[in-house]
């Protein structure tokens, strides 16, 4: 599904639902913003090639959860430390987007993959944060050995090695790239959609429930972005 052309906001919604017109405006979030492509680099037969998988945009109300899936070279896991790769929770906006470039310039390959609201809904939130992050793995060109995931839930169906990692961002070099990568990636997804939904103040929030965004779902009602299983959007 597409979306809709049209540089104007549309009407805001009425409250109490509309789920008809979710499904007819519901839009792929890769033509919208498609995922990058990277030239690959050739990795030594006898090396374990590790994935770093991450998540982010679990917690939000509004818009897809996104994960990604990295693989680095060994040789370039040292520069990455100190370029200052970390948690991305931990680091600005424009740090993260200055070590997404790099990581996606040095990365053996790197994934996005993502769990649309209707998915969520449907799902429940936990679900499709481990169906974006099977997707991203899936998507990966070079099939890793070994993935490392972030938390403590492995990833159902498949077929390649994991291990998860409780605060595997702050541990990991390889899921820490992910996770800035996945961030760098939503944010601006969430950025794009902001010109479309002004109203909720998705520039400065991503997505996520503050005070002014849970003010315009009063106000406003929904849109077809925003999780309706989650209380603050059940409510509007």
């Not at 998988?53 to 693989?71: M, T, Y």
Request: glycine share 6%.
């Amino acid at each position: 599904m597409k979306e809709e052309g049209g540089s104007q906001p549309p009407p805001a919604p009425p409250k109490g639902g509309n789920s008809g017109r979710r499904k007819k405006e519901e839009v792929e979030i890769f033509t919208l913003f498609p995922s990058f492509h990277l030239p690959l680099s050739p990795s030594p037969s006898n090396r374990l090639v590790i994935a770093g998988v991450d998540e982010v945009g679990r917690g939000a109300l509004f818009g897809p959860v996104v994960a990604a899936a990295c693989i680095l070279p060994d040789e370039v896991l040292d520069e990455l430390v100190t370029s200052g790769v970390r948690d991305s929770k931990q680091l600005s906006a424009t740090a993260r987007s200055r070590l997404a470039i790099k990581i996606r310039a040095v990365a053996v390959d790197c994934q996005i993959g993502a769990a649309s609201v209707r998915e969520i809904d449907r799902l429940n939130i936990l679900q499709a944060s481990l169906l974006a992050m099977k997707r991203a793995i899936l998507k990966l060109n070079v099939t890793p050995d070994l993935c490392l995931v972030d938390g403590n839930q492995r990833i159902p169906n498949l077929a390649i090695e994991q291990e998860t990692m409780i605060k595997g961002d702050a541990r990991s070099i390889q899921i820490a790239a992910a996770s800035i990568v996945a961030k760098v990636w939503r944010d601006e997804l969430i950025m794009r959609l902001a010109v479309k939904y002004p109203e909720y103040d998705l520039t400065n929030n991503k997505g996520y429930g503050t005070a002014k965004h849970k003010l315009a779902l009063e106000n406003c009602g929904v849109s077809v972005f925003h999780r309706l299983s989650f209380s603050p959007c059940r409510k509007s």
